[in-house]
């Protein structure tokens, strides 16, 4: 029996949306306030918005939620800022030349302390836990002698846009029987740990190769099919399909 065996190399290529302490000044229409004094106790705290944006925002970069304070601070000064928070895990994303800062609710207890210094490119993020709705205090004050630029935003997480690609080598079928291809990415260090799946394309195969492609996400157990001959989808983001698991192409 003749059996036509067709090869071809593919590559797999991720673009995915992840959680990510980081910021830039050309994002559209982000809002960016400046830090206005008398803000130095609880009682004149400078009353900000909470960041709020979602990673659908990062996709286009318009990210109208996303609020920031740039400021100036020292050693001998102290900015205090009044956010309304929902319960829940918040973030304090810090970016400048270092400070040290507390967060504090209502009852103008402190819930969380701790310093930020500047390392490498982009922002740092600092996870805490808001145990209820209402007014959270964050007052920061610079480690420093000599006057420092910084940004602050309070709130939920930002979000970057990245891509991934995977080779997966040669790829032979025979017949019209089904190929399936493991693809395992949980031990990437390159790969963040937050990053979900925002569209899926293979490449490098002909159109006529090969009559479908589905790719299975076996964390959450979702299936993606995709779009012939392009093979490629997009538009995954509510699926929630971490990058760092395993896969499975057939």
Do not use: H
Not at 9 to 15: D, E, G, M, Q, S
Not at 177 to 202: C, G, H, M, Q, W
């Amino acid at each position: 029996m003749f059996k036509k065996i067709i090869n071809f190399k593919a590559a797999l290529t991720f673009v995915m949306i992840f959680f990510a302490a980081w910021f830039s000044g050309t994002t559209v229409q982000a809002k960016n306030v400046s830090e206005a004094e008398p803000n130095n106790t609880m009682e004149t705290a400078q009353l900000i918005q909470a960041n709020s944006e979602t990673p659908a925002q990062a996709l286009t970069g318009n990210r109208p939620n996303q609020y920031f304070v740039d400021g100036y601070i020292s050693s001998s000064d102290e900015d205090w800022f009044k956010v309304y928070l929902t319960s829940g895990t918040q973030y304090v994303i810090c970016n400048g030349k270092g400070f040290d800062f507390e967060v504090y609710n209502s009852n103008a207890q402190l819930i969380y302390m701790d310093s930020y210094t500047k390392s490498g490119l982009g922002s740092s993020a600092f996870p805490f836990l808001a145990s209820g709705d209402g007014f959270y205090y964050v007052k920061i004050t610079g480690n420093l002698s000599s006057s420092q630029s910084y940004l602050l935003g309070v709130g939920g997480p930002t979000y970057t846009v990245e891509t991934c690609k995977v080779s997966l080598g040669n790829v032979s079928m025979a017949g019209n029987r089904n190929s399936t291809v493991a693809i395992d990415l949980r031990n990437f260090r390159e790969i963040p740990e937050e990053a979900i799946v925002y569209s899926v394309k293979f490449s490098g195969i002909g159109s006529t190769s090969v009559n479908s492609i589905s790719i299975r996400n076996l964390t959450t157990a979702n299936t993606v099919n995709l779009q012939n001959f392009t093979w490629s989808n997009d538009g995954l983001l509510s699926l929630e399909m971490p990058l760092a698991s395993r896969w499975q192409a057939t």
